[in-house]
């Protein structure tokens, strides 16, 4: 089959013939109609993510709609130990996929379920979330903030406070759901300020960004807060902003602050995956909008150095 190959952490992946993989016992040899270039990709096949082992060579691609022998598409997430989704073929792990609903658009699928599933499974998952309560999506021009802005609306966020850099991208998150919108574009002490005034009293943070942004926000939203033995649930999700913050610790006596993350590890994969086909269904229907564009296989070498549009999700598609 051909795939994209990563041979060296310093090179972007190559097209290449490469060893089509074996299944073994439950698993189906499925052709690959379209996987996401996720954040997540992008570093397993650099070697800097959390689950990397350095092995080489390595297909990247965490995620992927396919063909079954029998005509059926499903979603699936790859097995750990597998060869990656960006091939014209790859394995399929029953218990991590879910059939694609009649008339969802492969790609569309393919660049949304990460990113959503990031919001959804942590509101659902990781934090007792109840309609009413009220959001902050720190980092929510990207697009997994952008779907958890209108995850937390379609989950009964009566308040979504929206914050991020880019002003052209973090207007249109009023059309998705947001009920303010924050910019943390300028100075990051007056960025925090703003977030103190606008996001004091949530109840949950979705934080993509952890890093300077985060750091400031915490001591910034807890010393505005009304009444700091609510709880704050303050979800970490994504470091866009940076890897490490310091965190004084009169926050976590003066308030009810509960950090906590949400990601593979601090969750089950069954429990990952359980949460999948409410969350199919969702984009299937057109509840969630996500962006998409599309680039044929063979162009991965150059599409994955190519400047990245914001907000809008590159999927590889094998022409085979
Ligand atoms: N744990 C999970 O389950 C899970 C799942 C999916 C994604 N993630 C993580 O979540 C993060 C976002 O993923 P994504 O798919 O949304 O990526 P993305 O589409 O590439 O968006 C990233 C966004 O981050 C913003 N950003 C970058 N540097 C920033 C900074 N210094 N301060 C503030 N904002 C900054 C940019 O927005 P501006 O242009 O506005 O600055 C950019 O659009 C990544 O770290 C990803 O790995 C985690």
């Known amino acids: 089959m051909r795939a994209a190959v990563v041979r060296s952490f310093d090179h972007p992946p190559r097209y ?24 997540r990709v992008r570093s397993g096949a ?8 350095g092995r080489l060579p390595l297909i990247p691609g965490v995620d992927a709609v396919g063909r079954l022998p029998d005509g ?34 492969p790609v569309v699928v393919a660049a949304a379920m990460n990113p959503a599933m990031s919001s959804w499974v942590a509101l659902r998952r990781r934090v007792s979330f109840t309609p009413g309560q009220s959001v902050l999506v720190l980092g929510a021009t990207g697009n997994a903030g952008q779907m958890a802005v209108q995850i937390a609306r379609h989950l009964g966020a009566s308040r979504v406070v929206a914050a991020g850099r880019d002003a052209g991208r ?20 007056q960025a925090a300020a703003r977030l103190g005034e606008a996001a004091a009293d949530v109840d949950v943070v979705i934080d993509y960004t952890w890093g300077a942004p985060t750091q400031l926000a915490i001591p910034a939203l807890l010393t505005r807060r009304t009444d700091r033995s609510a709880a704050l649930d303050w979800i970490q999700i994504g470091s866009t902003a940076g890897a490490d913050i310091t965190l004084p610790s009169f926050v976590l006596r003066a308030a009810n602050l509960r950090i906590m993350g949400s990601g593979q590890g601090s969750l089950t994969a069954a429990g990952i995956v359980a949460e999948l086909p409410a969350l199919i269904e969702e984009l299937a229907a057109g509840t969630l909008s996500a ?30």
């Not at 650099?46 to 082992?53: E, K």
């Not at 590159?314 to 085979?320: D, E, I, Q, R, S």
């Open 16 to 39: 290449e013939e490469f060893a089509t993989p074996e299944p073994t016992g439950d698993q189906v040899l499925v052709d690959v109609l379209a996987a996401g270039l996720h954040p």
């Open 72 to 105: 059926r598409r499903a979603y699936f997430v790859a097995d750990d130990d597998a060869p990656g989704t960006m091939a014209d073929q790859a394995l399929l792990d029953p218990r991590r996929a879910v059939p694609l609903p009649d008339g969802a658009d």
């Open 46 to 53: 650099n070697g800097s993510h959390y689950t990397s082992d």
């Open 170 to 189: 973090l207007e249109t998150l009023t059309d998705l759901g947001a009920t303010a919108l924050v910019t943390l574009a300028g100075d990051p002490e």
């Open 291 to 320: 962006a998409a564009r599309a680039v044929p296989l063979a162009e991965v070498e150059r599409a994955w150095t190519a400047p990245v549009e914001p907000g809008r999700r590159l999927v590889l598609t094998p022409t085979a």
